[in-house]
């Protein structure tokens, strides 16, 4: 069964502030499944997407724009006198930034202490 993304491709359009036709909403589209696919592993399922908190519409939303902006996952351009670069730690493709990841896990109530065994204190890994 495939769920449903997360967001539609009109709340995408109103992001970038305008609208997607041909090849390139079928991109949006596909960016938005992956960005809900990402969103979701590191929450819940979500099998409706109405039920979603805020939150992660809006990560869905981020990620999926950063892909339309950015298919091919430039770092950087050089023209000239003019350039333009992207901070190496902004994720490419659908990738969440280490925040977005955090407040989908807030979200979810999977944040807080965690205890993981060390092999070298007696824990076995």
Do not use: C, F, K
Request: hydrophobic content about 45%; aromatic content about 4%; cysteine-free.
């Amino acid at each position: 069964m495939t769920s449903l993304p997360l967001a539609d491709v009109a709340a995408l359009e109103q992001r970038l502030g305008r609208e997607l036709v041909g090849e390139e909403r079928a991109q949006a589209e596909a960016a938005l499944a992956d960005a809900s696919a990402t969103v979701r592993a590191y929450g819940d399922a979500w099998p409706d997407p109405e039920r979603a908190p805020a939150i992660a519409v809006a990560i869905t939303l981020a990620a999926a724009e950063r892909r339309v902006r950015n298919p091919e996952g430039y770092r950087s351009e050089l023209q000239g006198a003019y350039q333009y670069q992207l901070p190496a730690s902004l994720p490419v493709g659908a990738g969440l930034t280490s925040s977005e990841a955090r407040l989908v896990r807030v979200a979810v109530g999977a944040s807080g202490v965690y205890a993981v065994p060390v092999e070298s204190l007696g824990g076995s890994l």
